[in-house]
């Protein structure tokens, strides 16, 4: 069966720090990727998604990025955090874009 | 630009009765719903979904209708438990367009008293 495992679970990082996200998915291939936030009585943000090694779509301008190295990696970065960063993060597979997605168990950033 | 709107933000039932969580949205071109369930501090689950071909999906205690034409969709949980207490996510996509993202509504939180 698949499994999705993202690191750290919880983060606290001073601004203007940099962030690295992990996120590695287990049982298939070619998995679409995507990276969420839900920041504080929000929903669910699509940031990020990849359909496949070295393809990256950004959904929001914004001070993160994300990188595929390989096919059922994903990463999520960012140079330099900003206060507005902290929040919730989920990584996320899917066999179909558009069809059902599958969250990973999400991490706590706060940026102090 | 919402284009997925849960209006109720909270809702209370009692165990054993029927819990109703209502969405509504206004792209047209959506055709595949989801609902997911989340409790705090971890990943949504996915719980069940919904083609526009179907006005009707049952899972177990779990049934999400349909309604095209006013562009609305729900989840019925019969009985409700208090393991159902969670935040509860719509989430709908227009599978076959090139806009492939699922796109979620802020949520019901959801809280089953004993």
């Known amino acids: 069966s698949q499994t999705i495992h993202q690191w750290p679970a919880t983060l606290v990082q001073p601004v203007g720090s940099p962030l690295s996200l992990e996120c590695t998915v287990e049982?298939?291939?070619?998995?679409?990727l995507y990276w969420y936030r839900q920041a504080a009585g929000r929903g669910l943000q699509l940031l990020f998604y990849s359909v496949g090694i070295g393809q990256i779509s950004s959904e929001v301008p914004q001070n993160l990025s994300a990188s595929r190295p390989q096919d059922r990696q994903f990463i999520l970065s960012s140079k330099k955090l900003l206060l507005s960063d902290s929040g919730f993060y989920l990584c996320?597979?899917?066999?179909?874009?558009?069809?059902?997605?599958?969250f990973g168990e999400g991490s706590w950033l706060t940026v102090v | 630009d919402q284009q997925v709107k849960q209006n109720s933000p909270s809702l209370s039932v009692q165990e054993g009765r029927i819990s109703i969580l209502n969405c509504d949205y206004t792209?047209?071109?959506?055709?595949?719903f989801l609902w997911y369930k989340k409790y705090p501090a971890e990943g949504p689950t996915f719980l069940i979904s919904?083609?526009?071909?179907?006005d009707k999906n049952e899972d177990g205690r779990f049934t999400v209708f349909l309604n095209k034409s006013a562009k609305h969709l729900s989840l019925h949980i019969v009985p409700s438990q208090p393991g159902d207490s969670a935040v509860y996510f719509c989430?709908?996509?227009?599978?076959?367009?090139?806009?492939?993202?699922?796109?979620f509504g802020k949520g019901t939180l959801l809280t089953v008293n004993p």
């Open positions: 792209n047209s071109m959506f055709d595949y």
């Open positions: 996320a597979w899917s066999v179909v874009l558009g069809n059902t997605i599958y």
């Open positions: 049982g298939t291939s070619n998995p679409n």
């Open positions: 919904i083609s526009s071909i179907k």
């Open positions: 989430a709908a996509s227009n599978s076959g367009g090139s806009n492939y993202k699922l796109t």
